[in-house]
């Protein structure tokens, strides 16, 4: 029987009334960044765990912000919040620059493309949408059938894979909004797709799954490459260690699992 390990919180940040939805790092700084379905944003020191100074709203008028991304140069936060629209903040000034209207349900994920040139969105609307950040200009891509749990960009294409409740993941192009080839499924398991995450060297996309298996998938063949049990209830979120060797996972289920990629054996 494998050791579980307690670890004990360094620091506990309270100001938010509702749920924290999603946090950031600031490279190079002892801060991050949270956002909460109480309509704000809110700056932290990690050191003494205090918020540095106000909230950050947009004019008080800011309905749940439910998702949040960093841009690759640390400069400005994407979010989206409950009532569809998707927001950008400029980090030091703490103020939104930009307002996107396009979704017409909660937007559930946001990410940036490497370059920072675009910010992907998707929503409980069922769409994924992808705008330029310099111009605002949409480009929406329409087929998946339940909501877009997650988006992932593929480092130096032109492309991004999602993963939705409808029980596909689908590979996309950024340029003209199609998609790319048929979805992919497990033919086997159907289950809603709740979160994804691209490897390192961007060959395989991780999924975590609402039955609470997770799977990995060949991004080049587009196909299933092999499934893992543990879970005991729906999955939550997914990411890769730095080297690729690892999968971390974590489920309502109250667990966090460790995953060796070659063997598939809990660590």
Known sequence: MKETLTIKPRQTMRGHTRTVCS???????????????????RLWDLESGAQIDDDWRDDGKEAGVTAMALSPNGK????????????????????????WTGHSDLVQSVCWSADGERVLSGSYDGT???????TGQLETMLGHTRTVWSVAHLPDRRQIITGSGDGS????????GAQIGNDWRDEE???????????????TIASGHRDGKVKLWDVERRKFIVKWTGHSDRMQSVCWSADGERVLSGSNDG?????DVETGQTV
């Open 255 to 259: 667990t966090v699992r460790v995953w």
């Open 189 to 203: 398991e159907k289950t809603g797709v709740i979160a994804i995450a691209l490897s390192p060297n961007g060959k």
């Open 169 to 176: 993941l689908r590979l996309w192009d950024t340029e003209s």
């Open 23 to 41: 946090v950031v790092y600031l490279p190079g700084r002892q801060q991050i960044i949270t956002c909460s379905e109480d309509g704000s944003l």
């Open 128 to 134: 994924v949408r992808v705008w330029d950040v310099e």
């Open 76 to 99: 400005t936060v994407a979010s989206g919040s409950r009532g569809g629209k998707v927001r950008l903040w400029d980090v030091e000034r703490r103020k939104v620059i930009s307002k």
